[in-house]
T-cell receptor, first 113, second 115 residues
């Protein structure tokens, strides 16, 4: 069974600090997505990671993928209040007709000014 | 504004009924995805269409069905509704070239309430 675990599920941090959200998954995959969701809003695609060692950066957010460890990280550098949101990772397991995209439970990030 | 539109925004109906949710993808996008978000189940992938054909199927119940039309808009049909079907339903679209996963653009969602 494909499981995707994010941790922490809730994170409260001060502006200016660095932190990392972890996304572990249980089955081989080399396709991983990160999304952001603001309260009461829809989802926004942040990163698409398609190979082992992939690293992508956008502003203060950097995502990486280690397919051997089945681990992706989302690193936040010098956090600002605007980054407060819930962040989801999702793993794409393409196996023909039973293709599945499985989401983690999300990490609610609260950045204190 | 992502360019993806969904109608209706809100839908309230009774158990046992049938509803249709509509999604118009961004101009030029060939792939459409449907997702369900609820407090109990979290985010779940339901189904993906590419240029009118089903490409991937997730945890979509047999009571649910979807299709993508020649003009690329998509509809998600939910029948024999149960209380547990109450959720936010999002669609997303992407260019979808040659089966390569790419950035998805999400619509604002349809909030379904089953009473």
């Amino acid at each position: 069974e494909l499981k995707v675990e994010q941790n922490p599920l809730f994170l409260s941090m001060q502006e200016g600090k660095n932190y990392t959200i972890y996304c572990n998954y249980s089955t081989t995959s080399d396709r991983l997505y990160w999304y952001r969701q603001d309260p009461g809003k829809s989802l926004e695609s942040l990163f698409v990671l398609l190979s082992n060692g992939a690293v992508k950066q956008e502003g203060r957010l950097m995502a990486s993928l280690d397919t051997k460890a089945r681990l992706s990280t989302l690193h936040i550098t010098a956090a600002v209040h605007d980054l407060s949101a819930t962040y989801f990772c999702a793993v794409d397991m393409l196996t023909g007709r039973d293709d599945k995209i499985i989401f983690g439970k999300g990490t609610r990030l609260h950045i204190l000014p | 504004d992502s360019g993806v539109t969904q109608t209706p925004k809100h839908l309230i109906t009774a158990t046992g009924q049938r509803v249709t949710l509509r999604c118009s993808p961004r101009s030029g996008d060939l792939s459409v995805y449907w997702y369900q978000q609820s407090l109990d189940q979290g985010l779940q992938f339901l189904i993906q269409y590419y240029n009118g054909e089903e490409r991937a199927k997730g945890n979509i119940l047999e009571r649910f069905s979807a299709q993508q039309f020649p003009d690329l808009h998509s509809e998600l049909n939910l029948s024999s509704l149960e209380l547990g079907d109450s959720a936010l339903y999002f669609c997303a679209s992407s260019v979808g070239l040659a089966g390569v996963p790419d950035t998805q653009y999400f619509g604002p969602g349809t909030r379904l309430t089953v009473l």
